[in-house]
Each structure stands twice: as C-alpha cells, then as structure tokens.
C-alpha cells in the first residue's frame, strides 16, 4: 500500500518538470508547434515481446481510501470541501477524500469566461470571514473578483449592432461577479487541502476498476514512460489504483472516465442526447481609457450564419483585463465552419474592436462545454459512483452560466455521500473494498432533484432546442420567439418539453451541400493564426509518448477514406488547437494524407464530440500534460 506521504511524493515528482517545461513553452516561439505530425509505428499489444507485455500488464499498487474524486475543478472540489467539512462537524475527521487531478496544477486546464452567481458558494463557505462585511457577497477573496457593474446585449450585422433586450437570466448587474476561474480553483484547491482533503495534481485518470459484480471499485491511473511505439521505456512506471467506497467522477464537459460510465451503466436511457459547445476565449490587456471595470456585453448574430447557435462575449475586470469569447454550439450542420476562424472574424467587428485594438492579447484557451440542459442530463448515480458538474452537464444556456449549478452539484453529493457511510468504518489498509457490498446512491440523484439548481435547470429547459424546432434560419427566429416566451413570461411553466433528437456529430451534413468558406488572414493585431494562439496555452506533451487521440488501429490513412470524402477535412475546422490536418499528398488515391499533431492538443474534446464518423476517442495523457492556462 502506498502511504499518504508517499502519495504526496509522487504526485509532486509528477508535477515539476512539467510545470518548467510550460513555462518555457509558453515564453518560446510558435515553431514549437508541429504541423507535421511525429509518425513513429505503434506497436500493437499482441506483437510486443513477451517481456514487454508482462511489464506493461504487472501488477499495480493499490491504496484504499473512502472517497476518490477524478477532477479537480470547482464541482469536484466542492464534493470534497463539503466532505471534509461534515466529517470535521458530524464524523470522525479521518475520512480520507482524495482529488485526482489531470493538470500540472488545480485550475491550469480550466476554461470559462467567467460570471459567477454567488449563491452555491454561500452555500459552500456560510461561515467564511469574507462574508462578514457583506452577507449577499460572495466567499472568495476579494482581488479574486470583480462586481458587474452593467449589462449589455446586441445583435451583431456586418457592420453594426442593434440593441437587444437582455433576458432575466442575462441580467448581472449588482448580482454576480466576474473572475477568472482558473485562479478560482486554484483558491479552492487550497482550502480544501486545509481541510484535510488529500489533493494530487499531475495525475491522470485512465481507467474504471470494476469488482466482480461489475460495480465500479475504484480507478487507475494511467502508465507513464510508454513511448510513441507503445513499448515500455527504461522510465517505465505502472499506474497505480485507487480503490473506493465511492468514486466521484468530476471530470468537466465530456469526460473520459464519465463517458465510460455512461456508456456501460446506460446513463442515457431515459435522456436526450448531450448537446454542446465550443468556448473559445482571450484575455486581453486594454488600454486604460478603453476599461470599463465590472462591465459585461453579450452578443448574438455576426460572424455566425443564421443557421448556427452561439454568440459572444466581453467582460472586463481585475486591472485592465478583458475576456473576449465566442461560444458556437457544435449541432452545425456545415463541415466547413471553422469555429476558431469565425472568434477571429468576431474580434474584428467595431462591438469588439473598439475595445480590443491598442491592447495586448495575454492567453488563449478553449474548451467544450455542455448545452444539453435539463433533458440531457442522464442518470446520476451508478453502483460504485456518481456523476457531479459537467460530467453530468448542469449548465444553464441562457444564463450562459454552469459553475454554480456544478458547485451545487458538489454539494448534495457530499451531503448525499456523508448519509451513505458516516456510520461505516473509516476506510484503511485492510478493508476489504472488493467484498463490500457497492454503494448505489439514489439518494443523491433524489436530492439533487429537490434542489433549487435542478429547479432552475427546469425552468429553461426549452431555450436550448427550440433553436432547433426548424431547420436553417428560421431555427434563429424560432428560437427567440420562444426563449422571449419561456424567460419573461412562462418562466419554465409551459405545459411541454422540447427535446435533443440527435447528437452534434449526427447534425453534420455531407460537404456537397455546402460551398468552402474562405476566412480573412489574421491581421496579427486582433486577429491570430492557429498556432500562435496555440502558443499561448503553454501547451506541453512528453514527445515520445503514446498519441492520447485514439483512432482504429492508429490508421491515418483508413480515418481519411471514410471521412474526407465525403466531410472535406471537418477535424482539422473544428479543431481550435491545429491538431488535425489533412496535407496535399499526390501519392495518396484521396490526394491527401491525414495527421494528428497531438503535442498541440488542448483538451478541449470537441474532436470526440464532433468528429462525424465517431472514430475518435479522446483519453487521457501522462499526467500533468496538456495546456498551462492562466488568467483562464
């Protein structure tokens, strides 16, 4: 058994090199960025030598612990503070809840724009010191946020913007506050170290462990020191498992292990399809008479075509800083749509520009976010584990808002978890987790049910589809008829529910239908190309390791036949980091030859989300791999 020291060990060793290597590859050029992929052979399992399948097959150490959270943004951060506050007010106070996170550090993979409502976190931290001035504030340091100060909406044309109602749900002013939530988590990640929650960035998840009665037991991490060929290096050290009363999976926006779960326990059985986005957003540096402190602009209509969901954002807050964002949902129908492409076209826009030009561009993020709603949101709870946060996908559309709901979440899990075992033992090195009969937490979905979040998820639940009722633009003007209804006058009490027929990767029509779009060049003042963009992530994966994109066989060339022709190159479109690329090849029958750059990836998931042919499975790298956010 590893002990908790040792753990600690380990999860730092894990972290530090790296952390430095982001931060070279953050101050370093864009040629770091590969548009040609590495193509080492991977080697298939079954023709690895004998030694090299027993090494990668060994045994793993395993270590018991009561609750094991995979995740470390704000809903599975929540879970875990809830915890151990309850355990230090009503239990024990030895309840072991670990956090397992991806990131090199808590918060450095987390994207959101953000607006924060504050009730959830009242709810988290009632007795926090820094509500004492002001009860209706929000708990959170205050250089942490900014008040809103003002609200605005347009509808863009070409040239102009035309003023726009906002909806209740858009309404900020005096209410809520605007942070960057990746140094929001890293505030949470502290206090829940403090309290006695065992937090291990730099550690990534691959892998459910079942016991013999196919409830989920645990999990384990992934390999490190595989190289590109799929062979063991002399580096090589076997993931270790985790094994758990209960497992929280916390993952955000379509996570791997969620996905898994789903999958295996027919989550969806009794729901509609998951529905997302994809957010892609910039922080900015202004000039000073261009700030406008607390003040928050959404728009809907340009750059986008009438016929695609989505719509923009400016918020402006700390010292000088702006976030600029468009978020476009990913049921388009046009495999020629670039969603990067089309955040280049918006900032160039006078709404946009008039604020943007003379500043500086300071990082670069995105990240798929869930849009399904309340008719999307599968079944909660399995034998062994639960859903919290966007695993689950809680995010209000029209409030354009998911952190509360996700910190919600959080909350009535471990309320729901502390019932379940508060009179159990705590959890040692000799218990016996594979015989203990799984805990299936209906409660928590019953509870979660009673809750003001599922409630308010309720009300709007027919925003989202009705921009689907009719196809083409008049889904647009449908879609604002009805959202004007269920928001100013039904609030959420019309006798019916719109539903998700199909998930995005459905909604993608044959390119034949379509004609290329051709974007503007970057201007490299407010509009970028893909790869310096990229360079602002502080990207970083080990280079001789394992492609993490997973495609039948690892066959590029299989991937091209059955999507170019008739998708034209769709991944390498959506695609926000430049992963993806199809490169004129003339001794390719397509004419073409398929590529994954996946030192570029930014683990947004809209490839496993989007691509048409659903050949592409998004898993985890070594841990501590992936971007290096901040400001995010």
Known sequence: MYNKSALRLLAGCTRRLPVVSRQWAHR??????????????????????????????EERAADNVDVCIVGGGPAGLATA???????????SGE?????????ADFGSHIVSGAVLEPKAWRELFPDLELLAENPNGIPLPEEM???????????????SSIFLPEPPQLKNKGKNYIVSLNQVTQYLSEQAADLGVETYPGISVSELIYNADGAVKGVATNDVGVGRNGAPKPSFERGMEFHARLTVLAEGCHGSLSKKAIANFDLRANSAPQTYGLGIKEVWRVAPEKFNKGAVSHSMGYPLSLDVYGGGFMYHFGDGLVAVGLVVGLDYANPYVSPYQEFQKMKTHPFYAETLEGGECLSYAARALNEGGFQSIPKLHFPGGLLVGCSAGFMNVPKIKGTHTAVKSGIVAA????????????????????????????????????????????????VRPSFNVLPGPLGLL????????????????????????????????????????????PDGKLSFDILTSVSRTGTYHQEDEPCHLRIPDQDHEKHAQI?????????????PAGVYEYVEDESSPLGVKFNINSQNCIHCKTCDIKVPTQDIDWTVPEGGDGPKYYLS
């Open 563 to 575: 999507s170019y022709p008739k998708y034209k190159g769709i991944e390498q479109k959506f695609c």
């Open 478 to 521: 449908t879609g604002l008829a009805h959202s004007g209804l269920t928001t100013m006058i039904t609030n959420g009490a019309e006798p019916w529910t719109l539903t998700h027929h199909h998930t995005d990767a459905a909604a993608t029509k044959d390119a034949s239908q379509f004609k290329p779009i051709e974007y503007p060049k």
């Open 145 to 159: 946020v900014t008040a809103v100060t003002s609200d605005k909406m347009r509808f863009l044309t070409e040239k």
């Open 95 to 103: 309840l072991r809840v670990v956090v397992l996170e991806k990131a």
């Open 28 to 57: 370093s050029i864009r040629a770091q960025f590969s548009t040609t992929a590495i193509r080492a052979a991977e080697i298939p399992f079954s023709k690895l030598s004998s030694e090299e399948q027993e090494i990668l097959t």
């Open 415 to 462: 309320e729901s978890i502390f019932e379940a075992i508060k009179e159990l033992d705590v959890v040692d090195e000799e218990t016996d987790l594979e015989s203990a009969e799984a805990i299936d937490l209906a409660a928590y979905e019953e509870n979660f049910k009673n809750s003001w979040a599922y409630e308010e998820l309720s009300a709007v639940r027919n």
């Open 81 to 91: 503070i809830k915890l151990k506050q309850l355990d230090a007010e009503q239990g």
